[in-house]
């Protein structure tokens, strides 16, 4: 186990072999000279990866709950991606949509079938980019008005950010879209008081990813269906995290039995490779017309090939199932821990949040990388684990094992910090 330091500007708590490592501290100087402050400064390098594990510049091994934020459902370099990028970068990788490829037609063939609903589908380059062809469908409708909830999470670009509940990160880029509404997630009733005839479109995570894998009480979706039904709202569900096996099932609105109109995904869908869709059901696939929309690189040969490798070995693999059994082994051995300081565990499938009574997440993020384990940070007291759908029950022991010590430094990192606070 590695010390740990708190930077003072920032208050961000590192581990001390990471702070002194020359390899990422290069790095990262060279990087601030040249790359855009819009993030947060890494505190690691990552060179390579294997499975669930993945290697820093200064040769440390790290298993890896993170994966790239919910999105490397195949964990790192898995052949079968490597090998359907390799033998399709090889034949052809660009064409443009003026031309037909018949890995995007197979793809959307593909995932029509697994939604098991009649769709047509647009393919985008990243969830947010999916987001903004719901919206756009939702302006189709010929209503102007949308829905969103408090704390949502749909993306950084302008339409997507409009119908994000987060008012710190909207703020600064107002006036954004006009007629958009913010309902507190999970309230039914609120939501119908604030739908209408007027309402083009309700956008819902069937569970909240970036607040902290926030389920809505039961029944919620299901309400949202209704009053959507009502007043001829569509149901946009942003799938773009909690989609492809991420919670349990292919889609999580699959297992809450609820139809929706749209359905965004991006994320694990392609394995890394940065692909998004945007998936119109029944009518909702036809509002779009030519010219509409489009994108240059949307549906390339090369993502939707990776896409197909994903969806295969999912199913091939049977991973969703197995997923969710080691979630609920990770998930319950957390509980059991009864580590100090922790209030709960919440999720389902391989996504999960771990809250504290304080904030002490960045604390537990960073005594979870000295002790070689990368977990993620997404609230001052919540922790969230998305690791890759090959996580074995091998791999949940190695990090059960660890939390003791990890919660332990964690409590004094935290402890030293409000001293010198
Ligand atoms: N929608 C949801 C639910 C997300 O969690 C995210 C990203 O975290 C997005 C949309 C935006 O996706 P991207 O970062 O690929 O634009």
């Keep these: 186990m590695t010390d740990t330091v708190t930077d003072t500007d920032t208050g961000t708590v590192t581990d001390a072999a990471t702070r002194t490592a020359t390899e990422t501290d290069a790095l990262l100087a060279r990087r601030d000279a040249v790359v855009m402050g819009t993030y947060g400064r890494p505190v690691l390098s990552l060179v390579r990866g294997s499975g669930t594990r993945v290697w820093d510049a200064d040769g440390r091994e790290y298993l890896d709950l993170v994966a790239g934020i919910a999105v490397s459902a195949l964990g790192h370099c898995h052949p079968a991606v490597a090998e359907a990028v390799s033998a399709q970068l090889g034949r052809l990788g660009h064409v443009s949509n003026l031309y037909l490829n018949e890995p995007q037609v197979e793809l959307a063939e593909r995932l029509i079938g697994l939604l098991g609903l009649d769709g047509r589908i647009f393919f985008a380059n990243s969830g947010a980019e999916a987001n903004e062809c719901a919206l756009k469908i939702a302006r189709r409708t010929g209503r102007a008005e949308i829905i969103a909830a408090e704390g949502s999470f749909h993306g950084r670009t302008l339409g997507a950010l409009s119908i994000t509940g ?40 069937p569970t909240l990813g970036e607040a902290g894998v926030v389920p809505p009480p039961a029944g919620y979706l299901v309400a949202a269906r209704e009053i959507c039904d009502a007043t001829g709202a569509l149901l946009v569900l942003d799938e773009v995290q909690s989609g492809i096996g991420r919670a349990g099932a292919w889609f999580l609105h699959q297992a809450e039995g609820v139809r929706p109109d749209v359905v965004t995904l991006a994320k694990g869908l392609g394995g890394g490779m940065p692909i998004g869709a945007c998936v119109g059901i029944g009518p909702a696939g036809h509002l779009l017309r030519p010219g509409d929309h489009g994108s240059t690189f949307g549906g390339g040969p090369v993502v939707c090939a990776a896409a197909l490798a994903v969806l295969d070995t999912i199913e091939r693999e049977d991973l969703i199932v197995s997923a969710a059994t080691v979630g609920d082994l990770l998930a319950d051995g957390i509980r059991a821990a009864g580590l100090p300081a922790v209030t709960g565990v919440r999720g389902r499938g391989l996504w999960y949040a771990i809250t504290f009574g304080d904030a002490r997440a960045a604390a537990f993020e960073a005594a979870a990388r000295a002790a070689g384990f990368l977990v993620n940070t997404v609230g001052p007291d919540t922790v969230r684990l998305a690791p890759p759908l090959v996580f074995t029950a091998a791999d949940a022991q190695a990090f059960l094992a660890a939390l003791p010590g990890i919660a332990a430094a964690a409590q004094a990192a935290h402890e030293h910090s409000k001293v010198s606070a």
């Design 166 to 205: 987060q008012p710190s990160k909207r703020a600064p880029f107002e006036p954004l879209l006009p007629g958009v509404t913010f309902v507190p997630y999970g309230d039914a009733e609120a939501l119908r008081a604030a739908a209408s005839e007027r309402t083009a479109a309700v956008f819902l995570e």
